[in-house]
């Protein structure tokens, strides 16, 4: 009898873990097809919600189906009681890293809808994503009859050996974390430091930034090197801009006149080229009494920093073909030498 009892008990179980498995596969299609539907949307929290059902469906599936086998199977109390403890440990660390993954989704997720489809800000999905990985690892701990109050004291006394070692990535961290939360500078944003870098934002981790130059390189800039340094923004408070562009023409020049010609020049590059603002205003004011012109400033209007290269250029090619056919002189730097009457200079006579 005791044999016959024995057999069924593992026949038993042997059907808890197939129907366990059979559950499992069932709940890991279902959950792929609920993934893709939830891709075809444009809420991202439905996609998160169907990734962590999608992480979690399989492996709680086979953890029940084991500790339903153990309980088949009328294991002794200790074994059972230690196979609880294993199960529950191995169950908290998958749904950490399944928590981990979605909380650092969520945040990802916050970042993109606040800062733009160019964002890829990495350095809160990462603190979030130790957070709650450190969280569970101490409820694991808990789990298994750890106390974690005296690991909590030495992970304290190490902490404050930790940062004492680590002050310069612990300040580049720390640096990282305040310009975004300031929102000083943001992924896609066209920057430049007094000590010479600039480039367009790509990426804000946890150590450093990385900016794309305009001639395609990355440069990797610590953090904390913001809070010493003078930066400009070229994305804020917007990114259209002016354009700045100096010229000049000869003092018998009729200034009226190359006023209309230079605005009608202006006028038209802002409305056929594009990376111009349309609706901008064409201004030029006049500045200075030059040494051989009458120098002035072009003011457009574009839409972002990069392209005020395409502007100019075409401004610039514009502007030289206009003033040629209407006969508007662009003067070069010229000297006047006055000389006695009998055409001889003085022995002291000096060209400066």
């Keep these: 009898?005791?044999?016959?009892?024995?057999?069924?008990?593992?026949?038993?179980?042997?059907?808890?873990?197939?129907?366990?498995?059979?559950?499992?596969?069932?709940?890991?299609?279902?959950?792929?097809?609920?993934?893709?539907?939830a891709g075809d949307t444009r809420w991202a929290w439905d996609d998160l919600a169907a990734r962590l059902l999608h992480d979690l469906a399989v492996p709680l599936s086979l953890l029940?189906?084991?500790?339903?086998?153990?309980?088949?199977?009328?294991?002794?109390?200790?074994?059972?009681?230690?196979?609880?403890?294993?199960?529950?440990?191995?169950?908290?660390?998958?749904?950490?890293?399944?928590?981990?993954?979605?909380?650092?989704?969520?945040?990802?997720?916050?970042?993109?809808?606040?800062?733009g489809v160019a964002a890829n800000v990495t350095i809160f999905a990462n603190i979030t994503r130790v957070v709650v990985l450190g969280i569970g690892m101490l409820v694991m701990l808990q789990s298994l009859g750890v106390s974690i109050t005296p690991l909590l004291g030495a992970l304290g006394v190490?902490?404050?050996a930790v940062a004492l070692a680590l002050q310069d990535t612990l300040a580049n961290l720390f640096a990282g974390?305040?310009?975004?939360?300031?929102?000083?500078?943001?992924?896609?944003?066209?920057?430049?430091?007094?000590?010479?870098?600039?480039?367009?934002?790509?990426?804000?981790?946890?150590r450093n930034t990385s900016i794309r130059t305009l001639s395609d390189n990355i440069e990797v800039i610590p953090n904390q090197r913001f809070s010493d340094t003078i930066?400009?923004?070229?994305?804020?408070?917007?990114?259209?801009?002016?354009?700045?562009?100096?010229?000049?023409?000869?003092?018998?020049?009729?200034?009226?006149?190359?006023?209309?010609?230079?605005?009608?020049?202006?006028?038209?590059?802002?409305?056929?080229?594009?990376?111009?603002?349309?609706?901008?205003?064409?201004?030029?004011?006049?500045?200075?009494?030059?040494?051989?012109?009458?120098?002035?400033?072009?003011?457009l209007r574009i839409t972002e920093?990069?392209?005020?290269?395409?502007?100019?250029h075409e401004f610039l090619k514009r502007l030289h073909r206009r003033f040629d056919s209407e006969g508007i002189e662009i003067p070069l730097p010229t000297r006047r030498i006055l000389l006695p009457e009998n055409g001889h200079a003085p022995d002291d006579l000096v060209l400066r």
């Design 177 to 206: 974390v305040h310009v975004l939360a300031s929102k000083t500078i943001e992924p896609g944003d066209y920057i430049r430091l007094s000590s010479g870098q600039e480039g367009y934002v790509v990426d804000i981790n946890w």
């Design 231 to 299: 930066l400009t923004n070229y994305h804020r408070p917007a990114q259209d801009m002016s354009l700045l562009i100096q010229a000049k023409v000869a003092y018998t020049a009729d200034l009226e006149y190359v006023e209309k010609v230079v605005v009608e020049i202006g006028d038209a590059v802002m409305a056929e080229i594009e990376g111009a603002v349309k609706e901008g205003q064409t201004l030029v004011r006049f500045h200075t009494w030059g040494e051989s012109s009458i120098d002035f400033t072009v003011i």
């Design 158 to 160: 190490g902490g404050l």
């Design 1 to 37: 009898m005791p044999e016959s009892l024995d057999l069924a008990r593992v026949i038993a179980a042997a059907v808890v873990l197939a129907v366990a498995l059979v559950v499992a596969i069932v709940l890991r299609m279902l959950s792929g097809r609920l993934n893709k539907r």
């Design 64 to 115: 029940a189906g084991v500790w339903g086998a153990a309980n088949a199977l009328s294991l002794k109390t200790g074994t059972l009681s230690g196979t609880a403890n294993v199960l529950t440990a191995v169950a908290i660390i998958v749904i950490t890293l399944a928590c981990a993954r979605m909380f650092a989704g969520v945040v990802a997720s916050i970042a993109m809808a606040r800062q």
């Design 305 to 312: 920093f990069g392209e005020q290269f395409r502007i100019k």
